[in-house]
């Protein structure tokens, strides 16, 4: 079952993605225009699809969907205050990973080594605690993200007996569901980027978990207004993929949360 509301996911937030949902706009409109030329609803459809990919595009959109995400998250998190909270975890949320011949930083690529980077950050500084590396493979035959997540840090001089690694989990639900065993009467600090905070302190807190967040990779830390920020661009495109697939996973878990609440039995 979980598999299946895994694979459901996926697919069902394709369609919210700024690139696929102006494909599919695109093609409905070229297929309504072939087989009624003489109908405006084909060529609107194209032109929306259009407007669609360039309003996506821009620097103010992906600010306006990612900055509040960000600003949920809350600062970086201190050593020192989590050293005083009696921290004895940092849990760094796995991300992208790269398949090939490639080097440890090399192979651990964009979101996950800079978790990763900030997670050995707040280890460095929280004496006694350890590293827990998360995340799984899709594929049988590509090192999961927590393998390579460790071995990334034992290059950077962590020792092995520091680190935990979890390699099982798909999502973060699954990360969340398979922690649980040993984080449950721990402190612990939680790592992952800035705009998937809100979304990762909600699937732990759900599995029954208090994660003290330790949010990274902010795209938006400082946002420069100029000239420039009327012309689109691919970056500001993937920001935008990015702000709108944690909405959407968000909703999702919302109303997981309510359907699971709805089919419990009434007590009394």
Do not use: C
Request: glycine share 8%; net charge positive; no cysteine.
């Amino acid at each position: 079952m979980d598999f299946f509301l895994y694979v459901l996911k996926k697919v069902v937030s394709q369609f919210f993605y700024p690139l696929q949902l102006a494909g599919i706009l695109w093609l409905a409109g070229v297929i309504i225009w072939i087989l009624r030329p003489r109908s405006r609803k084909g060529i609107a459809l194209v032109l929306v699809s259009g407007i669609w990919l360039l309003v996506m595009s821009l620097p103010l959109t992906s600010f306006s969907l990612l900055k509040p995400l960000e600003r949920m998250a809350g600062p970086y998190a201190d050593p020192e205050d989590l050293s005083r909270k009696g921290v004895q975890y940092i849990v760094v949320l796995g991300g992208d990973i790269r398949a090939g011949d490639l080097t440890p930083a090399d192979r651990v690529a964009n979101t996950s080594l800079v978790r990763v980077m900030e997670g050995i950050r707040l280890w460095k500084g929280v004496q006694g605690s350890r590293l827990v590396v998360s995340g799984g493979s899709e594929h049988s035959d590509i090192m999961t993200t927590g393998e390579a997540m460790s071995i990334l840090a034992l290059n950077l001089g962590i020792p092995k007996e520091a680190i935990v690694v979890e390699d099982l989990s798909l999502d973060t639900e699954q990360e969340a569901k398979l922690l649980k065993p040993m984080l449950d009467k721990s402190k612990f600090a939680l790592v992952t980027s800035a705009s998937h905070m809100n979304r990762a302190l909600m699937h732990f807190r759900r599995a029954g978990l208090d994660p003290i967040p330790a949010p990274s990779d902010f795209r938006l830390k400082k946002f420069k207004y100029s000239v420039t920020l009327i012309f689109p661009g691919l970056e500001n495109l993937g920001m935008s993929q990015q702000g709108i697939h944690e909405y959407v996973g968000t909703l999702f878990l919302i109303l997981k949360q309510r359907g699971y609440r709805g089919m419990q039995p009434l007590s009394g």
